[in-house]
Nanobody
Framework: QVQPVESGGGLVQAGGSLRLSCAAS????????MGWFRQAPGKEREFVAA???????TYADSVKGRFTISRDNAKNTVYLQMNSLKPEDTAVYYC?????????????????WGQGTQVTVSS
C-alpha cells in the first residue's frame, strides 16, 4: 500500500500559480494511478485531475488548460501545477492513489488518501 502526503498549498492572488506535491510512501508507486480532488467549504469533494501508471492524464473541465498533473516515479511523487488561479479554485486539495492502471474520475475508485493541503486564492 501507499500513503500519500500533500504539500505546497498556500495563499495566492488570483492569476498566480502554485505547485502541489504528493509524496507517496510505500512500495511499488509505479503500480498506482494517482488523482487530485478538491473540496471547498459547504461543497462535495470533486475531481480535479488524474494520471495513470504510464502518464496518461485527464482533467476536470473547470481546470483544463490551467492545471497540469505529472508524476516522477523515481521520487514516488505526483505534482499538480496550477496556473491562472481563480478564487473559485479555493479548496482543500487531496491526493489519492488507486491500485489500477486506468484513470479514476470518482473518489470511490481510490484506495488511499492524503490529509489534504489548503489552497486559498484571493481576488
Amino acid at each position: 500500500q501507499v500513503q500519500p502526503v500533500e504539500s505546497g498549498g498556500g495563499l495566492v492572488q488570483a492569476g498566480g500559480s502554485l505547485r502541489l506535491s504528493c509524496a507517496a510512501s510505500g512500495r511499488a508507486f509505479i503500480n498506482y494511478a494517482m488523482g487530485w480532488f478538491r473540496q471547498a467549504p459547504g461543497k462535495e469533494r470533486e475531481f480535479v485531475a488524474a494520471i495513470s501508471r504510464t502518464g496518461g492524464n485527464t482533467y476536470a473541465d473547470s481546470v483544463k488548460g490551467r492545471f497540469t498533473i505529472s508524476r516522477d516515479n523515481a521520487k514516488n511523487t505526483v505534482y499538480l501545477q496550477m496556473n491562472s488561479l481563480k478564487p473559485e479554485d479555493t479548496a482543500v486539495y487531496y491526493c489519492a492513489a488507486r491500485f489500477e492502471h486506468g484513470l479514476g474520475l470518482s473518489s470511490f475508485e481510490y484506495d488511499y488518501w492524503g490529509q489534504g493541503t489548503q489552497v486559498t486564492v484571493s481576488s
